[in-house]
């Protein structure tokens, strides 16, 4: 009897790419029995991972007491990414780095946002066991850039400047600097999908000490490092008038000798005009003016009074004055004076002809008493020499010729006849006084 065929059963089915097949009811049970949530005393053991977008993300699970049991890894899809060392999942960016009975680890290269998620460690062991590791993608931002509200501003305004941080994730942090100086910015976030956009806002008043300084936004975020861009502010502002006086060098001036003074003026954009005025008063004839100096050639008393520099540009116009006092020639003692004020709104500096003149009248103090004491010490000199003279002419020393004689006697009785004899010669009995 012939045997009857067996009917042949369905062929097998095969996967599309990039999907994997239901699992055998068995496999399908095991599976889901393999959904353990984490907790103490598991044999897995895995870390969560940062990447930036574009990167190597590595993940990795081990076994801490291994005893050959299967390793596997899935995606947030919970489709089989290694089994073992196969990989079911026809994504070529994940590949396999380590496989041993002890771990598993796969690198995921050319990291996108939609890799983020959760991604599962399977160890079929008796209970299975599973444990998750998180991949998170941080995407830095796309561009960062500075609008200024006024090119150019002038001194005294208020300006706004916005930093504008593009399609960032997580949010970006702004900062602001002036120079070396962190300033206070007002920020807004706006969200689209998974990105963030972050504007800041910094409003500044500017002042002439901040033309060229540069204002710069500084981005703190954990996928970037010292992302920033900057701008330089351009301030006008008017006029700095100086007055200097260039002779005479002592700074005292006296009737008869030269006066010349300078005029220096800064400002942006720089002076145009400049001139020379006296104030209250018509400036005298002889004064000659050219450009930014002043010459008087010859001083007198009527020359006293105060000289203006004015300086003027599109901004504004300011002045420095110079107060002219004239004294009179060298042969006398300059009075003293006070130090004369400006009431020019711009800080400027001042010069008075009368600077210098403590110091002449301090040395005209010293030679004064110089003088004093020498005439001291000479009188007490001469009060020294006649005393002297004086005591010299009061000391002496006495003589007389009393007994005389009496030296040369042989005897006692001699000596006594000798001297009485002396005594009744008045003429041998002389004093003497020195």
Not at 14 to 30: D, H, K, S, V, Y
Not at 31 to 43: K, L, M
Not at 74 to 93: E, G, V, W
């Given at each position: 009897?012939?045997?009857?065929?067996?009917?042949?059963?369905?062929?097998?089915?095969?996967?599309?790419?990039?999907?994997?097949?239901?699992?055998?009811?068995?496999?399908?049970?095991?599976?889901?029995?393999?959904?353990?949530?984490?907790?103490?005393?598991?044999?897995?053991?895995?870390?969560?991972?940062?990447?930036?977008?574009?990167?190597?993300?590595?993940?990795?699970?081990?076994?801490?007491?291994?005893?050959?049991?299967?390793?596997?890894?899935?995606?947030?899809?919970?489709?089989?990414?290694?089994?073992?060392?196969?990989?079911?999942?026809?994504?070529?960016?994940?590949?396999?780095?380590?496989?041993?009975?002890?771990?598993?680890?796969?690198?995921?290269?050319?990291?996108?946002?939609?890799?983020?998620?959760?991604?599962?460690?399977?160890?079929?062991?008796?209970?299975?066991?599973?444990?998750?590791?998180?991949?998170?993608?941080?995407?830095?931002?796309?561009?960062?850039?500075?609008?200024i509200q006024k090119e150019i501003a002038v001194e005294g305004e208020e300006i706004e400047l916005n930093c504008t941080a593009m399609a960032s994730r997580p949010a970006t942090t702004i900062r602001w600097f002036k120079g070396n100086k962190e300033l206070t910015g007002k920020s807004e976030v706006e969200q689209w999908s998974d990105m963030y956009t972050v504007t800041s806002q910094l409003l500044l008043k500017v002042g002439r000490e901040d033309d060229g300084v540069p204002v710069i936004c500084l981005v703190d975020h954990p996928a970037v490092k010292d992302l920033q861009t900057q701008r330089y502010l351009e301030v006008m502002y008017k006029p700095q008038v100086r007055v200097s006086q260039n002779y005479p060098v002592q700074g005292l001036t006296r009737e008869g000798e030269p006066l010349e003074l300078t005029c220096a003026a800064f400002g942006k954009p720089q002076p145009t005009d400049m001139r020379w005025l006296r104030v209250d008063d018509e400036m005298p004839q002889h004064v000659v003016v050219s450009g930014s100096n002043l010459l008087i050639s010859n001083l007198n008393k009527t020359d006293n009074g105060t000289y203006r520099c004015e300086a003027s540009n599109a901004v504004g116009k300011s002045h420095a004055d110079y107060m002219l006092f004239v004294y009179d020639p060298p042969t006398t003692i300059p009075p003293p004076t006070t130090t004369t004020t400006t009431t020019t709104t711009i800080p400027t500096t001042i010069t008075d002809s009368r600077a210098g003149e403590e110091g002449s009248i301090r040395s005209v103090d010293h030679a004064v008493v110089g003088g004093v004491v020498a005439v001291v010490v000479f009188a007490m000199l001469c009060l020294l020499i006649i005393l002297g003279r004086y005591f010299a002419r009061h000391k002496g020393t006495y003589f007389t010729h009393e007994a005389k004689g009496a030296d040369d006697a042989a005897d006692a009785d001699t000596a006594i006849i000798n001297a009485e004899g002396g005594q009744n010669n008045s003429e041998e009995k002389k004093e003497y006084f020195i």
């Open positions: 009897m012939a045997a009857r065929a067996q009917p042949r059963g369905p062929a097998p089915r095969r996967a599309p790419p990039g999907r994997l097949l239901p699992l055998p009811p068995l496999l399908l049970l095991l599976s889901a029995a393999a959904v353990i949530p984490r907790g103490d005393g598991q044999n897995l053991v895995t870390e969560d991972v940062t990447v930036v977008e574009g990167d190597v993300a590595t993940i990795s699970c081990r076994v801490k007491n291994s005893d050959d049991s299967v390793i596997q890894l899935l995606n947030p899809n919970r489709q089989t990414i290694y089994f073992r060392d196969f990989r079911p999942l026809k994504d070529s960016r994940f590949q396999l780095v380590n496989f041993s009975n002890s771990e598993l680890r796969v690198s995921l290269t050319n990291v996108s946002i939609s890799d983020e998620g959760r991604y599962f460690c399977q160890l079929y062991t008796d209970p299975p066991q599973e444990i998750y590791t998180t991949i998170t993608v941080l995407v830095p931002p796309r561009n960062l850039v500075i609008d």
